[in-house]
């Protein structure tokens, strides 16, 4: 029997939310030490930068391909039983995995599968989880939540690779598999006794709609809220700018800087303890009372310390470290008010495919900012993107200033319900 609550109590939303929530962070935990142990076991066996590749591909496909579909599927069924089935799913195939590694006939494509499995649980859980935040929180706790969320994939960050290698010096590949399925457990077991409250869907025609549909609905409803496009813009710019050059980093170091693996290290490390300082920061302050400022002034933040790692001489890593500290910092400054933005402004019923369609091009766009990162870093130096990436943030968060729709994007609530009525309209 599942446990009801009322998100309009102050008190009694914090124990089913944050039990949930508690699980759940099990639940990445032991995902990251098994992203890091099965990474770590294809890059001893192989030595292959073709095979690592494949295995991200496998990793990245469900969410860029499925993933807006996932999300109108995530808004027609139960949000509860998906978390409890994804769960359930990545739990038994790790389980499978776990057991071919113990008979020692395991295969690279067997870890292809799994990651693709668990990359596809993961999309559907994700956007239910982020979905149903909004029916399980007050509104006004909304960006402190978000940045208890940054501070928590902050501090794995830091946690997760150095315990990952240290289990794997005292277990096999299979025991570290089998923590996974143990800490799944833990995210699962909270879900049998606590309910999600569900998004009503209108009585009307649009209940006979099919995915296509539902899937063009959430497009036309980003679409036609001119703020909430922009900023999915932004996170897109965000994606195609600041990942590829993070992703450069090493080489950066190593070739810039001259360092090594301790150095590298190092400044890997200031930027996970910056997103962990930034997310405890972001859920006992909860930023501005207007959420879109606070998310304007950690994107400019986090331009600065792009800025700061592309400009510091070579001969001064530890300014690259600050830069890289500060980047950290204002990354949940950033993003954590984004998601209670949407969350807060988003009928409930929609907020599933929105999340979907957003993650989506944000990933999609990933891989192409690579592409052309690394030509340009080669052409003239890796700085070079480090300093087009924090430029461009800082001009994004100048511009977002300067936007009367994107300032103004929480006062237009009503743009998303006309929005929903025009959608739902066309569907009938």
Request: net charge neutral.
């Amino acid at each position: 029997m599942t446990a009801q609550f009322s998100i309009k109590d102050g008190r009694s939303w914090k124990v089913p939310f944050f039990t949930i929530w508690g699980g759940q962070a099990f639940s990445i935990l032991g995902s990251q030490l098994v992203q890091f142990a099965l990474v770590w076991y294809l890059t001893v066996q192989t030595g292959s930068a073709i095979v690592l590749a494949t295995a991200s591909m496998a990793g990245m496909l469900p969410n860029v391909i499925l993933g807006p579909f996932v999300g109108a599927l995530v808004d027609r069924w139960n949000r509860r039983r998906i978390m409890i089935i994804s769960d359930s799913l990545i739990a038994l195939a790790t389980v499978l995995l776990a057991v071919l590694f113990a008979l020692g006939v395991v295969e690279i494509w067997h870890i292809y599968a799994l990651l693709f499995i668990r990359s596809l649980g993961s999309t559907f859980h994700g956007n239910a989880m982020n979905a149903s935040t909004a029916l399980l929180v007050p509104v006004e706790h909304l960006t402190r939540v978000q940045g208890f969320n940054q501070m928590l994939n902050g501090g794995l960050n830091i946690v997760s690779a150095p315990l990952g290698a240290l289990l794997l010096n005292y277990l096999p590949l299979q025991g570290v598999l089998a923590i996974d399925v143990s800490s799944a457990l833990v995210a699962i077991v909270p879900l049998f006794f606590f309910n999600i409250p569900q998004p009503e869907r209108p009585n009307s025609p649009d209940q006979k709609t099919t995915v296509w549909i539902d899937f063009k609905q959430g497009l036309q409803y980003i679409l036609g809220w001119r703020g909430l496009m922009i900023i999915g813009l932004m996170t897109v710019g965000i994606n195609f700018t600041i990942l590829p050059a993070f992703s450069l980093l090493p080489l950066l170091v190593k070739n810039y800087f001259g360092g090594n693996a301790a150095q590298l290290s190092m400044v890997e490390a200031s930027m996970g303890i910056g997103v962990f300082l930034g997310g405890a920061l972001l859920g006992v302050w909860g930023g501005f009372d207007r959420k879109i400022k606070t998310s304007m002034i950690g994107l400019a933040g986090m331009g600065a310390g792009t800025l700061i790692l592309a400009l510091a001489p070579s001969s001064s890593l530890y300014l690259a470290i600050a830069g890289a500290l500060l980047a950290g910092l204002m990354e949940p400054i950033t993003m954590g008010p984004f998601f209670a933005i949407i969350q807060a402004n988003v009928e409930p019923e929609m907020q599933a495919r929105v999340f979907a369609l957003m993650t989506c091009v944000g990933t999609a766009i990933a891989p192409i900012g690579l592409m052309v990162a690394g030509p340009i870093a080669e052409q003239f130096g890796i700085q070079v993107w480090f300093f087009v990436g924090g430029g461009l943030c800082i001009l994004m968060a100048l511009l977002g200033l300067c936007v009367p729709a994107v300032m103004n994007i929480e006062e237009q609530r009503s743009i998303g319900i006309r929005n929903l009525e025009r959608v739902s309209q066309k569907a009938g």
